[in-house]
């Protein structure tokens, strides 16, 4: 029997002892795994320069590889895996916010430079 299990019993809650873990170890395989997976992610990004995808479908896949990578990354080696939300969100919210505005610019621009096309250049 644990001896931290047997004081629990008895006195109804851990040791100090036990309640104080000094850092979170994780397997190695899981870090190994995920080295493998960023190789064969960045072998894919570097396909699409040496098989020449041109127009569109090139930058839709480097940045879909790209956000794959940034994602592992933050996911498991910067521990966000196992964090509590309230973190994760405090990291992740703010980006997306700061994305969807940046949109939202964008759809506004293309309307302001197509009005301005459509009544400046109509009256010449």
């Not at 006195?11 to 493998?36: E, F, N, R, S």
């Not at 570097?46 to 896949?61: E, H, N």
């Amino acid at each position: 029997m644990n001896h931290a299990t047997h004081d629990m019993r008895e006195t109804g809650h851990a040791p100090a002892a036990a309640t104080h873990d000094p850092g979170q170890q994780h397997p190695i395989g899981i870090y190994l795994k995920i080295w493998g997976l960023l190789f064969v992610l960045s072998a894919m990004s570097y396909a699409v320069d040496y098989f020449q995808v041109q127009g569109t479908m090139r930058w839709v896949l480097i940045i879909t590889f790209m956000l794959l990578k940034a994602g592992l990354i933050v996911a498991v080696f910067m521990h966000m895996m196992w964090e509590r939300m309230a973190l994760i969100y405090a990291i992740l919210v703010p980006p997306l916010a700061l994305g969807t505005l940046i949109w939202l610019m964008w759809i506004e621009s293309d309307y302001t430079f197509w009005t301005r096309i459509l009544f400046f250049a109509g009256g010449s």
